[in-house]
Each structure stands twice: as structure tokens, then as C-alpha cells.
């Protein structure tokens, strides 16, 4: 497996789109000032994406989308080196010129490439090609192997024969991966098993995707299509019998949907725990912009500080989105300026938790704005489920060096597409089926 190529695999609309899952990437572009205060130690306790458009992209944007490999930039692999001064791993490399990438983004890359190698292709509802299920657990096996050797001490009380107890430290799996990573192999299970319990459906695919929509086949002429953009014109579109599916198989459709529904929220939350954790790289500090209501917006900023009853939901209404590709972006510049007066904030305090700091600054203007910019984020993911990897995710999984996190995070996210990519399959047959009935009853 060519492990240094990038590979996406399509956005899906939620309940609409039978295409697979991938955020993708908005244009986006940051501040070259640097703030001096020490910022992690302030405000690493939350994950949340972060990026902020103005004129240009980025020169800190690491590019990956939902389910694409990390491409390097060595510009920026230089950059952190400067900062961190430490050696950085040679993974990726064939060349033996030295430009490769860490382990942790190796291990990251290939849970990647291989779910876009076993699930890319596989585009309805029907079980894996045995080869493929096969290809999956045998490599998957192998790279969840690591985390057996990724392991703390702990203190244990040792009971002696005929002499008293003696306290010493014994070996076991880090926590993080002793709790996470026994529940996503739970979840990949129930995936494999969703997709298998579709062998024999009383629904088919038209092969030709949405190019039959001018066909004149019979079996097809005529029947409804789900709502999906033009440019998925590829993709398999489902069939059902005129009559329509029977009571058992919409019954069977319905707890499969709310069952991959189910997994795609605990992966998605498995996978913000482990980003949460992660260390937020330099070049993303040092990209923040100085003024955070620059960075949001004047509409936005009077909004959050001349309003005593903040609702953010109230604001998303007024502002109107219209797009995923625009949730983006205000996602990341919300994000920037939470960050940013949470840096002005923690001023004073600069080793002290962020909790902490709101404590000791209850009321201050940068604490109250920051709060309300952590709502306003986290109402705009709650009406956008589908939203993008930013900013900070991908710079936190680009110059992440710890393997174990590179592993729970990517299997969490290939998971969590998985599941989404299932919903949308389920949803499309349904709409097929429900379009069918009221033009026969019509």
C-alpha cells in the first residue's frame, strides 16, 4: 500500500446521500503575529476545530480531509522542529533523503489508506467481498497490535507467602487505550455485522448510478431518486418493487439505521475525546490571530457583547447558512476567536487550567466572550453533524507524536464514517420506498 498518497472519499448528506463520508477542507487562512503567553498549558482542555478565512490560505493548513492521508508539509515540519527541538521520526520515507513523516502519523496514514482500500468501493448495502472482510481484520489485527506495548506503571500491593504485603509497580495498558480501544473494535464488529445482515434484500441497485435517471429501463422507469447533488452521479441508486417493501424489511431497515446511528455518535465521541487530548502544535498558536473580533467578525462580535441573554441558536438563525462549506468556515473563525481571548484571558494566569482561570475571572469581558464562543461552536457542530475536520484537528494530528493517540484517533474516524456512510444507505432506500408509495397511492 502506497502509504504517502492521499486518498478522500466523497461527502455524504445526511439522509439524503448514499456517497461516502469525507469532511472536507474549506479555504481558510491565519495571522503570522505571534502570541507569547503560553498557551496550551491555559487551554489544551478542548478539542474543538479551528481555523479562521481571510485573504489567501493558510501557510499553517495541514490538508486532510475525513478520510484523507496527511500530506506533509516540511516547511512546517521544519518550523515545529525549531520550536519543539526535538528529532522528528523518518516514517514514509522510501527515498532516504530524510522528508518523511513521524510514526505516529504513519500508523495514522496507513488505518487511513486501508479503510479507503477495504470500504472506498463499497457503496450499498450488501455484505464485504469476503477477501476484503479478511484484508480488513488481518491488517487491522496487525496495526492495533501496537498499542499491546504501549503500557504504564501503576502501583500493586504483592502478597507474599508467610510475609507481609510489599507495594511495587506493574505494567498495563494505558488508560486511554484500555477503556477506547476494546470499545471500537466492539463498534467495527457491529458494523461488519450491520452490512452482513443485508444478503438477501428485497431492494437492488440500478448499476448505471444516476446517469439512469433518463433510462428507459422498466423495472426502474419512473421512480423516484433520492435528493443528491449532481456531481455524485456515480453512485448506485436504489431500487424497491413497485408494490413497495414489506412491513419486515422497512422494520429491519429502521433498527439497522438507529443502530449505525447509535455507533456513528460514540465513535464521533470517542474520537473528540482523543483529540481533546491531544498537544496543539506550535504553528497553530503562533497563527492566532491578535484581535478576535477580527477574527469573527463585527456582526457576530456585537452580537455576543452587547446581548445579556446570549442565544446562539438565535444568531445561527440570523445568520444563515447555507452550506457546509460556509459552516466551515465560521466554525473556524469562531474557534480562533475563543482561543484568542481565552490567550487574553489566561494572561495573568499563564500556568493555570482554563477552568481556573474562569474561576479567578468571572465576568471579565475575554472570559465571557470566549464562553459564548464556546457555545456558538458547539450549537453550529450540533446543526452540521457532518462538518469538516479544521484547523486545529488536522494540525493536531499532523505534528502529533504519540502513536497510541494516532491510533485510536484514526480508527475512530474511519468508524465514524463507516456509520454515517450506513445511515445514509438506509435513508436512501427509505426515501425510494416512501416516494414509491404515495405516487401509488396518488
Known amino acids: 500500500m502506497d502509504l504517502d498518497q492521499s486518498t478522500t472519499v466523497e461527502s455524504t448528506q445526511s439522509g439524503s446521500s448514499s456517497s461516502g463520508y469525507c469532511r472536507t ?62 528529532p522528528t521520526d523518518l516514517g514514509e520515507d522510501m527515498s532516504g533523503s530524510g522528508k518523511g513523516v513521524s510514526t505516529a502519523v504513519t500508523v495514522s ?165 482523543i483529540l481533546s487530548d491531544m498537544t496543539i502544535p506550535h504553528s497553530y498558536i503562533s497563527s492566532l490571530p491578535k484581535s478576535g473580533r477580527t477574527s469573527v467578525g463585527d456582526t457576530i462580535y456585537r452580537s455576543m457583547i452587547s446581548t445579556s441573554r446570549f442565544s446562539a441558536e438565535y444568531l445561527l438563525d440570523c445568520l444563515d447558512i447555507s452550506s457546509e462549506h460556509e459552516a466551515l468556515e465560521l466554525a473556524d473563525r469562531i474557534e480562533a476567536s475563543m482561543y484568542t481571548w481565552r490567550q487574553k484571558a489566561c494572561s495573568n494566569y499563564p500556568k493555570s487550567s482554563w477552568e481556573i482561570v474562569k474561576e479567578k475571572m468571572e465576568g471579565d469581558k475575554n472570559v465571557v466572550l470566549a464562553e459564548r464562543a464556546e457555545i456558538l461552536l458547539f450549537s453550529l457542530k450540533q446543526r452540521f453533524p457532518e462538518l469538516a475536520q479544521t484547523t486545529l484537528d488536522t494540525s493536531k494530528i499532523q505534528y502529533n507524536k504519540d502513536v497510541g493517540q494516532a491510533i485510536l484517533e484514526s480508527y475512530s474516524r474511519v468508524l465514524e464514517g463507516l456509520a454515517y456512510n450506513i445511515v445514509g444507505w438506509i435513508e436512501d432506500v427509505l426515501f425510494v420506498e416512501k416516494s414509491m408509495t404515495n405516487q401509488q397511492e396518488s
Open 109 to 273: 496514514n496507513a488505518i487511513t489508506n486501508l479503510y479507503v482500500s477495504v470500504f472506498g468501493q463499497h457503496q450499498r448495502l450488501e455484505p464485504l467481498y469476503s477477501d476484503k472482510k479478511r484484508m480488513w481484520k488481518r491488517e487491522m489485527t496487525c496495526l492495533l497490535s501496537v498499542c499491546n506495548y504501549i503500557v504504564e506503571f501503576v502501583p500493586a500491593s504483592q502478597n507474599l507467602q508467610n510475609k507481609p504485603s510489599m507495594e511495587m509497580m506493574i505494567s498495563r495498558l494505558r488508560s486511554d487505550i484500555d477503556i477506547n480501544l476494546p470499545a471500537l473494535i466492539k463498534l467495527d464488529a457491529l458494523l461488519i455485522e450491520i452490512l452482513d445482515s443485508f444478503q438477501e434484500t428485497e431492494f437492488w441497485y440500478d448499476e448505471q448510478g444516476s446517469m439512469s435517471r433518463n433510462s428507459l429501463s422498466g423495472s426502474f422507469r419512473g421512480a423516484p431518486q433520492p435528493q443528491r447533488k449532481e456531481d455524485k452521479w456515480w453512485l448506485p441508486l436504489p431500487c424497491v418493487p413497485a408494490g413497495g417493501l414489506s412491513e419486515t424489511t422497512k422494520k429491519h431497515l429502521r433498527q439497522k439505521r438507529d443502530s449505525a446511528n447509535q455507533i456513528h455518535k460514540a465513535a464521533m465521541a470517542i474520537n473528540s475525546s
Open 25 to 86: 477542507n474549506s479555504e481558510i487562512s491565519g495571522f503570522s503575529e505571534h502570541l507569547t503567553d503560553d498557551f496550551n498549558s491555559c487551554s489544551s482542555e478542548t478539542s474543538s476545530p479551528v481555523s479562521w478565512p481571510v485573504t489567501g490560505r493558510s501557510p499553517f493548513r495541514p490538508t486532510l480531509s475525513r478520510f484523507g492521508a496527511i500530506r506533509h508539509d516540511h516547511k512546517l515540519e521544519k518550523d515545529d522542529k525549531l520550536n519543539d527541538q526535538k
